[in-house]
């Protein structure tokens, strides 16, 4: 059948596998001299295609074109193989000719078993073996394009706990391999089409196709213990775990890949935030055992020079000034006087304090100044109780602001700590405005019923009545929604923002979101979103924009409330910390 010279010179020099088989006897009638030296084959023509170029095989391949093309119009098809001789992976172009009356098939085979490595190559990372975080995102991104009604699947941000510490007491070698045992061992605990990537660093992404956030957590949980049960035997001598985030997709939700991994990284921070709290308390008892054991030298100084400017700055209150890298805090003598301190330098403070906060501002005092450790707030304002020198609970309002090093690591956290109790402090209305608050707020709800800790329903009756009241802090309620439509507040508003109530809802829609400093509005919305995810209160301090343009600060405590008709609220107490503010920013000004 194939007599051209011509054709035959000309297909003898292309670097692909040609041969063409007779349809009815699959005999070979032609093979270009690539695909003879490919195969190793010296004189293939006369010889059946699949006894020669496949293996094991005792009939036309099953997987053959033949019987398909000779249906076609076009009589073309273009397909892969993987062939069971050589074990490479071809693109495969097969064609059916019709020649004196007998059928002919022509196959074309290009080699991309290279091409396919270097693509997996390119979607793999090169540490953990698992997808890289291009691959990864992409993967995702497809998945919630594709996603129908009724469709789902729960997504996990994990962070590898302690990564920081073994790097520093083992090196980098034993981090990289913590990080790979992690991340292989998640790999072969997965189910069917579920999946893993490295999106940065020390966190990575599981998605957990057709699984709602119960079956995900289980999940998680088993991975944990799996972890745990595997260590040992992989010659770990600590602890191995992550702490992660949980984010629960469906069909219809139109989230972008941002969106998913922004939800699932609020709720992963919650637990590696509990994490480094609770690693604070336990190296705290650690210090003690071994001061005890070992009577050390006085801990090292801080910048004296520092902090005596701040108590130049602030004497009446406490000013303290502490490494955020070593947890090393330093107060005045007057506070050490006041609160019976061990010295003026603290070790651990954050652990030290919790031991002398009334228990219900514990976790709310650590959670803040964990925020502030981890980088994830450069100011906090947090009022609390705590136990002084005669052993009486004294309100304490802490304003403080963080400073980076050159890398944009947390580096000192310095303030104030003001004691509302104190005389000079109290305000001329009230006894204790912090009193004030936590009375009237609590006993201003009228509960009709608790349906968890976070939520509490209430009339609007009462509610309106609970904001009505002559209190000089501003009291607001607002739906939990976009813009945090307004659905009351008190006088003060208007006395802090200068507007009038028409104005409000006129000019700004009734929307307080629209009352707040463009560049908070953001940041209160997910500030406390974050909050209530693990306590019922929230405490925020931001800006409001008043009618002249000037900024006013504020201090703000809320939480949740459910009215009988469904709606979910934020309600809150606030006072204007523009004046601390300004005193905080002399502060810093002259200091640094």
């Known amino acids: 059948m194939f007599n051209s010279t011509f054709y035959k010179n000309i297909l003898d020099k292309i670097n692909s596998n040609v041969y063409i088989t007779d349809v009815e006897t699959d005999e070979i009638v032609y093979m270009n001299d690539f695909m003879k030296q490919t195969f190793h084959l010296e004189n293939p023509e006369g010889q059946v295609c699949w006894k020669v170029l496949q293996k094991g095989m005792t009939e036309r391949c099953s997987f053959c074109k033949v019987n398909e093309l000779k249906n076609k119009e076009d009589g073309e098809t273009v397909w892969k193989e993987k062939n069971t001789v050589n074990g490479r992976v071809y693109t495969n172009v097969d064609t059916i000719y019709n020649w004196n009356g007998r059928l002919y098939h022509m196959q074309n085979s290009v080699d991309i078993t290279d091409q396919i490595q270097l693509s997996l190559e390119a979607t793999i990372d090169e540490l953990t073996g698992v997808r890289n975080r291009s691959s990864g995102k992409k993967y995702l991104e497809d998945l919630l394009k594709g996603m129908e009604e009724g469709e789902k699947f729960s997504i996990a941000l994990y962070d590898v706990n302690g990564l920081k510490w073994v790097n520093d007491t083992f090196g980098h070698l034993e981090g990289d ?154 107060y005045s003598q007057k506070m050490v006087l006041d609160f019976n301190l061990p010295g003026q330098i603290i070790s651990n403070a954050a652990a030290f304090w919790a031991e002398r906060i009334h228990p219900d501002d514990e976790m709310m005092f650590l959670r803040s100044n964990q925020e502030i450790a981890d980088g994830r707030i450069d100011h906090h304002t947090i009022a609390y109780r705590a136990l002084d020198s005669n052993g009486e609970w004294v309100h304490l309002l802490c304003r403080g602001r963080m400073i980076r090093d050159k890398t944009g690591k947390p580096e000192l956290f310095a303030g104030v700590i003001r004691n509302l109790d104190r005389q000079e402090n109290m305000p001329d209305w009230e006894p204790n405005i912090y009193d004030t608050y936590d009375e009237n707020l609590e006993r201003g709800f009228y509960f009709i019923e608790n349906s968890s800790n976070h939520e509490r329903l209430i009339t609007e009756t009462r509610l309106m009545q609970f904001v009505n009241r002559q209190l000089p802090g501003g009291i607001l309620a607002v739906y939990d929604e976009p813009g945090f439509p307004i659905f009351c507040y008190n006088q003060a508003i208007l006395d802090y923002t200068g507007y009038t109530s028409e104005e409000i809802t006129n000019e700004f829609q009734n929307f307080f979101g629209n009352l707040l400093h463009p560049d908070d509005e953001k940041r209160v919305k997910g500030e406390i979103a974050v909050q209530l995810e693990s306590r019922p209160v929230y405490d925020i301090r931001y800006r409001l924009m008043g009618k002249d343009g000037k900024e006013i600060w504020v201090y703000e405590r809320g939480r949740y409330v459910v009215l009988l008709n469904g709606r979910k609220l934020l309600l809150s107490f606030f006072i204007d910390i523009s004046h601390e503010i300004a005193l905080e920013q002399k502060f810093w000004k002259t200091s640094l």
Do not use: C
């Not at 913590?178 to 599981?206: C, H, M, N, P, Y």
């Not at 595997?230 to 992550?242: E, P």
């Not at 000034?321 to 947890?327: A, D, N, V």
């Open 177 to 330: 391999r913590l990080l790979r045992f992690v991340a292989q061992t998640i790999q072969k605990e997965l189910d069917g089409s579920d999946f893993v990537f490295r999106l940065s660093g020390d966190e990575f992404i599981v998605v957990f196709m057709d699984k709602d956030l119960s079956q995900a957590e289980a999940w998680m949980q088993k991975i944990i213990k799996s972890l745990d049960e595997r260590r040992i035997k992989s010659g770990f001598s600590y602890d191995v775990s992550f702490s992660y985030g949980l984010a629960g997709i469906a069909g219809g939700d139109k989230l972008s890949v941002s969106d998913v991994l922004s939800i699932a990284d609020a709720q992963m921070y919650i637990q590696k935030r509990d994490h480094h709290i609770l690693m604070g308390k336990k190296r705290l008892q650690r210090e003690r055992v071994e001061r005890e054991e070992n009577h050390p030298d006085q801990p090292v100084s801080l910048n004296r020079d520092f902090l005596f400017e701040a108590i130049a700055d602030s004497i009446d209150d406490y000013p303290f000034i502490g490494k955020l890298q070593t947890g090393e805090f330093m």
